[in-house]
T-cell receptor, first 115, second 110 residues
Framework: DAGITQSPRHKVTETGTPVTLRCHQTENHRYMYWYRQDPGHGLRLIHYSYGVKDTDKGEVSDGYSVSRSKTEDFLLTLESATSSQTSVYFC??????????????FGPGTRLTVL | KNEVEQSPQNLTAQEGEFITINCSYSVGISALHWLQQHPGGGIVSLFMLSSGKKKHGRLIATINIQEKHSSLHITASHPRDSAVYICAVRGETSGSRLTFGEGTQLTVNP
């Protein structure tokens, strides 16, 4: 295992409330990613980070923000949760070691339900 | 049309059968990944390849760069192979980012 955890693992919240999901790694990987997984879609990139304080948008970034203040933590925030953000969220990491530098390792996922 | 297309979407096999899952993509790539998602939801990387063929146990992955196509084969399938298999590509201009197919749900019956 690549030493990657997500918290919380399950969350139920109400529309309009803020939500923060945390991804924590112990492997010193450079890159970190947040994906969402929904039926009928493949994994879709929300935001990613290529270093401390360096982040960029993915293909479904609207309604989400991220922060990475230290190498090991990547936070995903839903400022005002909507029902369309009900999904399973995966964090992934890459960018350490050879030959696996470009291989992505995934966290266990967070199931978020917005009522 | 999605950048990454997998077929079939669903596949049911009997234990012992040879299984093939296909992946086609429409962009130039620097690498293609095959991943497995267990029924409990965990995702693990199976292969990362940019040419030729790789083998690990009963799993074989091949890629044809000119035809923009990859296949994942499972020999002597077993019920524990039941999972979703996901193809993903790293585009030539995408840096470290991956684009994923929707996955193939494989069920192997005893």
């Amino acid at each position: 295992d690549a030493g990657i955890t997500q918290s919380p693992r399950h969350k139920v919240t109400e529309t309009g409330t803020p939500v923060t999901l945390r991804c924590h790694q112990t492997e010193n990987h450079r890159y970190m990613y947040w994906y969402r997984q929904d039926p009928g879609h493949g994994l879709r990139l929300i935001h990613y980070s290529y270093g401390v304080k360096d982040t960029d948008k993915g293909e479904v970034s609207d309604g989400y923000s991220v922060s990475r203040s230290k190498t090991e933590d990547f936070l995903l925030t839903l400022e005002s949760a909507t029902s369309s953000q009900t999904s399973v969220y995966f964090c992934a990491i890459s960018g350490s070691g050879y030959p696996s530098y470009n291989e992505q390792f995934f966290g266990p996922g967070t199931r978020l339900t917005v009522l | 049309k999605n950048e990454v297309e997998q077929s079939p979407q669903n596949l049911t096999a009997q234990e012992g059968e040879f299984i093939t899952i296909n992946c086609s993509y429409s962009v130039g790539i620097s690498a293609l990944h095959w991943l497995q998602q267990h029924p409990g939801g965990g995702i693990v990387s199976l292969f990362m390849l940019s040419s030729g063929k790789k083998k690990h146990g009963r799993l074989i992955a091949t890629i044809n760069i000119q035809e923009k196509h990859s296949s994942l084969h499972i020999t002597a399938s077993h019920p524990r192979d039941s999972a979703v298999y996901i193809c993903a590509v790293r585009g030539e201009t995408s840096g470290s980012r991956l684009t994923f197919g929707e996955g193939t749900q494989l069920t192997v019956n005893p």
